[in-house]
């Protein structure tokens, strides 16, 4: 695992738009993992601005997406079908709809609406580029602390943390989802490549604790010791020394 301070948010956003953008570039039929969140705003906004100037053919681009919160409907403002269409694809709209996956949070089975989502997975993939967050409790994808390392795409029950660090998207707490369709670790672990994005004071104990070696449950993204090609981006804020 190789970990990089770029310095600014700014900097680790553009340089990680342009890493996409090259292997859309060079891989015109290329897999890619995507993860939402506020972390990743201005990363999704510098890719768009990188494939319009260059008018960048991504018809035969594959996206999935690491979660989705149970019992949101794909059209609801805070899905993550709804974000990713507000940063990224209705903002290019040159991606095939159909390659764009994302869990349907409003599954009326949600055990095998998991189980459909991690067939795509292994039908379509591997991913080739891997994006991921880390929460401040360690978590990747919405894979709690405790989640096993060998778990595919379930269902999560989100804990009290996480809960109150995404209510500041919601009108109040309350309106919050208790749970979500997640891509588990072992599932995550398939890509060829991961690139883990952290900024800001918020994710720096996170940090400190990943780059510390030990590989436990109780910190989720540390199975990431485990994968032989993941590149660690960081501001100063996050930067754990």
């Not at 009290?160 to 997640?182: C, G, H, L, W």
């Not at 199975?223 to 590149?231: G, K, R, T």
Request: aromatic share 8%; hydrophobic share 35%; proline share 5%.
């Amino acid at each position: 695992m190789n970990i990089t301070n770029l310095g600014t948010k700014a900097h680790v956003s553009f340089f990680v738009a342009t890493e996409l953008y090259r292997h859309m570039l060079r891989h015109p039929q290329g897999r890619l993992g995507l993860a939402t969140g506020g972390t990743m705003v201005d990363m999704y906004a510098n890719l768009v601005d990188l494939l319009s100037k260059n008018q960048l053919d991504v018809s035969g681009i594959h996206t999935f997406n690491l979660d989705e919160y149970v019992g949101l409907s794909a059209d609801h403002p805070e899905s993550y079908y709804t974000y990713m269409h507000d940063v990224l694809f209705n903002q290019y709209p040159k991606f095939t709809e159909s390659f764009l996956h994302i869990p349907n949070g409003e599954a009326s089975d949600v055990a095998q609406e998991a189980k459909r989502y991690e067939r795509v997975l292994n039908e379509k993939g591997p991913v080739d580029i891997q994006i991921l967050g880390i929460g401040q409790n360690g978590h990747i994808g919405f894979n709690e602390p405790g989640t096993p390392f060998d778990s595919e795409t379930h269902c999560v029950n989100l804990t009290e943390s996480t809960i109150e660090a995404n209510s500041r998207y919601f009108d109040n707490k309350s309106n919050v989802p208790r749970q979500a369709i997640s891509m588990g670790l072992q599932s995550i672990m398939k890509a060829k490549r991961i690139i883990l994005v952290a900024v800001g004071t918020s994710k720096k104990e996170a940090m400190t604790r990943l780059m510390t070696g030990e590989i436990t449950t109780d910190l989720p993204a540390s199975i990431l010791h485990q994968h032989p090609n993941v590149e660690v981006f960081v501001d100063d804020e996050a930067m754990p020394y």
